[in-house]
């Protein structure tokens, strides 16, 4: 560090290492002190930046032998040592493992040989065969699966063993889940939702944007396997579901569809960091394919960026360096109301009427900006404008196109920025005027509001910059939030010029990489709605994802989902198939013109769930009443309460035959 660092820094941290002593107290008994003579505070901020600092010769060291590459995180080393033959390869791993053991013996540490791992990435099982290499002495053999941060990589990179061992962590948390819930008790389903997606895919999908896409198909359907469970759970559906209506109606996506999602999304990271970042610069080569039947995260995240229509999207580069937490922006003040609460639902005229009461309350002698962003479908081709009112009077506009790919957040946060840039360039005799930005959009300025340190976004920071440089001679800026489309003057311009710049080039815009994310996410989700097969179920879902069932009773919402998705536990002919309902001339079968599969209120056909809901003569009168047609639409039955209606609609009629409950 002496080479490198001031001085006063590394005295600093010199005295910051030495002397360092701590002791243990239980139960009020204090042990004596003890000195540490190693390591770092627990925590500390700098054992990253040192660790850093006193292996880089050990980086410098592996990267001067040939075909080697380095990979470190915190104390975990690898190496990737490559050659023209299996004999070159591991001797370049044994020169390898030979610099490792020299620089733990400079540094006076000490090597576990037991705990190094070997693993030869071939597609002939006979280049694994007798092969060792030796680390400070100790033997080590090749393996056929090796461990690295919680990822089990294979010879072929198939990524079974990884699969299994996601399955085996993955099957007790699917256990858990179903202790929390059954057919007629439990949480409700938008907590069992949270549970799933957080417990249960938190855990399968763990670095899954580096290891899924590698995985074959057959490995990939494992990992289907468990989240149809987790499904089942959240619905209460049979196991003969259909995997299709049965993912749709837990709010879940099949993991084909999150792996092209995960990889989009690392892809769209490393294009966001700087020139030169090693994520970057491995994102952007064209290294040859060695195993034919593998693919990585680069290819799968390309194909998905295609499909979605974002490949040529430039992205933004993300923030590097945050605003200093200590830096003072007390000066910027956020109204996030008008100060009368109203309802979103009051006329126009009444919120106009609280807004110009609210808006008076400001000084009188200021700087007025007003910014409004637009974005078609809340989700592209984003438009900024705004309009720039001096105290003179004087008039100034602002249209800018905010990419292709764009939120409304975020076209809003692109008009502030602008405007903001263009009143630091018409500064001239305005320094003591305030300054007061009115926006629409709640949302964009309750993210700068979290603190000009607490912007996550280079977006974000770059407003908050501004806003420093705006109020550094002691001016005063109110951020105001106004509501939208109730005749304020200077909003309604602000939109015009908002949809106005939609209608730009939007080429050269960049696009931060959340809605990239996002936008690769819905053309996944879309395609594998519309892979839908034809069934009941996509007769009344179309292509959308169907809302969860908030019910009050659990087995109400259990029938809800088993009827739209096909499968009714408590439909004879269901029972009838699985040898639950046995007759004396037919013990089981699948055949719906059976006797046995007749609905036993009408007997006019097998009582499926579509005869239930839709035909079956029982249930006219309440159709009639809950959705206006004795024969209605599929459609309509995307109202999970008309449903829960109609089958106890159904189920009362079956209660004096003793079959309305189970």
């Known amino acids: 560090m002496s080479h490198h660092l001031p001085r006063c820094l590394v005295t600093w941290i010199h005295h910051f290492l030495r002397d360092r002593r701590a002791c243990a107290e239980v139960n009020g008994s204090r042990s004596r002190n003890r000195p540490f003579r190693a390591g770092l505070p627990q925590g500390s901020v700098l054992a990253p930046t040192l660790f850093t600092l006193w292996s880089a010769d050990l980086v410098a060291a592996l990267k001067r032998i040939p075909g080697t590459s380095v990979f470190l995180y915190a104390d975990d080393t690898a190496t990737l040592c490559s050659g023209g033959t299996i004999a070159e390869a591991r001797d370049r791993a044994q020169q390898a493992a030979d610099a490792i053991a020299k620089w733990a013996r400079d540094w006076k540490m000490r090597l576990a040989g037991s705990k190094t791992q070997v693993l030869a990435l071939s597609q002939h099982y006979v280049d694994a065969r007798d092969l060792y290499i030796h680390v400070d002495g100790a033997r080590v053999d090749a393996g056929r699966h090796l461990h690295l941060l919680g990822v089990t990589l294979d010879r072929q990179l198939h990524m079974g063993e990884h699969c299994a061992r996601v399955r085996k962590k993955t099957k007790p948390r699917i256990a858990q889940l179903r202790k929390m ?35 074959s198909e057959s490995h990939v359907e494992l990992l289907e396997i468990e989240m149809r469970a987790a499904a089942r759970v959240i619905t209460g559906c049979p196991v003969s579901t259909p995997r299709d209506p049965l993912l749709a109606e837990a709010g879940l996506v099949p993991v084909r569809a999150r792996r092209d999602l995960l990889a989009a999304r690392l892809s769209c990271l490393a294009a966001s960091q700087r020139s030169g970042d090693p994520l970057r610069a491995v994102a952007e080569a064209t290294a040859p ?59 126009p005229d009444v919120r106009r009427e609280r807004a110009e009461e609210h808006l008076a309350t400001l000084p009188d002698d200021a700087v007025w900006v007003w910014s409004d962003g637009s974005a078609e479908g809340g989700v592209s081709a984003g438009g900024s404008g705004a309009l720039i009112i001096l105290p003179s009077g004087e008039e100034h506009e602002l249209r800018a196109p905010a990419g292709r790919i764009c939120s409304s957040t975020r076209a809003e946060l692109v008009a502030i920025r602008g405007a903001l840039e263009m009143l630091l360039r018409l500064e001239g005799g305005l320094a003591e005027s305030p300054v007061i930005v009115c926006a629409d959009s709640q949302a964009a300025l309750a993210t700068l509001a979290s603190g000009a340190g607490s912007q996550a976004t280079a977006l974000g920071a770059a407003v908050w910059r501004l806003l420093l440089a705006l109020t550094d001679g002691g001016r005063r800026v109110f951020m105001q939030w106004i509501p939208a489309h109730c005749g304020i003057p200077g909003n309604e311009r602000a939109d015009v010029l908002a949809k106005e710049a939609s209608s730009l080039s939007q080429d050269a815009v960049p696009t931060d990489v959340r809605s990239m994310v996002k936008a690769v996410g819905r053309s996944a989700t879309k395609a594998w709605r519309r892979s839908w097969p034809d069934s009941f179920f ?28 096909g499968h009714w536990s408590r439909s004879q002919s269901y029972l009838h198939r699985i040898g639950r309902r046995p007759e004396r001339d037919c013990p089981q079968c699948s055949d719906l013109a059976c006797p046995a599969a007749r609905c036993l209120v009408c007997r006019e056909g097998p009582d499926t769930p579509e005869h239930v809901l839709l035909r079956c003569p029982c249930l006219a009168g309440a159709r009639l009443r809950l959705l206006g047609n004795i024969r209605p639409d599929p459609t309509q039955l995307r109202d999970g309460g008309a449903v829960a209606a109609l089958s106890r609609g159904y189920l009362s009629h079956q209660e004096p035959l003793g079959y309305g409950r189970p």
Do not use: C
């Open 289 to 347: 394919r060695r195993l034919r039947t593998t693919t990585g995260w680069r290819d799968t995240g390309a194909r998905a960026l295609v499909s979605a229509g974002v490949r040529d999207v430039p992205v933004e580069e993300r923030l590097h360096v945050t605003i200093p937490p200590w830096i003072d922006d007390t000066r910027v003040q956020f109204r996030l109301d008008i100060g009368n609460h109203i309802r979103g639902t009051a006329p």
């Open 538 to 565: 996509k007769t009344i879902m179309g292509d959308r994802m169907p809302m969860p069932v908030l019910l009050e009773s659990r087995d109400e919402a259990v029938n809800v989902h088993q009827l739209r998705a």
């Open 181 to 215: 819930t059954g057919r007629s008790w439990g949480l409700r389903e938008p907590q069992l939702r949270v549970v799933a997606n957080g417990y249960i895919r938190g855990a399968l999908e763990y670095a899954a944007a580096a290891w899924l896409p590698a995985a």
